[in-house]
């Protein structure tokens, strides 16, 4: 993470502010705690750019958010931890430094006063001229929740305020969630095309996400190092999808 050595817990609620400032502040607080103070001592006086300041936010974001979503039913199960180590593992591809961080924010969000509807107002006041990363942390809190096939209505409440809070289209929304909850159309729901849509509307629609998820392109707006996998894969699916439907309508 090229923001984290030059945080500690004194300054970065600072650099952020608000409650994933505070949420933040605590967590990376306790990891230099029991850190290294001669990182500390080095980096102490050294900024933030805004660069590294909009991927610490959305990496905050992130686990907070997904704290209070593993929480909505009022209890965490092993399914849910499961699932949040295999994101991490899996799909962000953390090391083991990194997974202390993130599972740090985590478990520091969990009993935090700030609300989920608190971490996703900051996360769209910082992102709000961006739509494609509000549109990942939407993904994503949709592939950690039905990550066991299902999703209860409790967390489907609080992403639909996310979804909310965002100014997030409800027919895309329902066209991600279609890619976890069920197979029926799942590779129409990633390339947000329908049955309905010409093959020409289609294959235009294809073209403008590959343009807009090239990891390349996805990383400069601000989206941290360490999801840079997760915007691979997203890319790699969109491409898949288009693949399967040409076989099923027969474009060539």
Known sequence: ????????G???GFA?????????????????????????TRYQNNLLSNGETAQLTFFVATFSMLAKLAKADGQITQEELKSINDFMENDLSLNYRSQNV???IFQTALDSPGTFFDFAAQF???FRLQPRLLEVMIDILLR???ADGEMNNKEEELILAAVKIFNFSESRYKQLKAKYIKEVDR????????????????????????????PDKILAKGLPEE?????NDKFIEIQEAYEMVKIERNIN
């Open 1 to 8: 993470m090229s923001w984290f050595g030059k945080i500690i």
């Open 10 to 12: 004194g300054t970065i």
């Open 16 to 40: 952020l502010g608000g409650p994933l400032g505070a949420i933040a502040g605590a967590a990376f607080g306790h990891t230099f705690d029991a850190g290294n103070d001669e990182l500390e």
């Open 102 to 104: 993130a599972m740090n």
């Open 124 to 126: 769209y006041t910082e």
């Open 144 to 146: 950690v929740s039905a």
């Open 187 to 214: 590779y129409y729901a990633i390339l947000n095309s329908s049955r309905a849509d010409t093959d020409h509307t289609i294959k235009q629609q294809y073209r403008k996400l590959v343009q807009e998820y090239h």
């Open 227 to 231: 999801f840079t996998k997760f915007a």
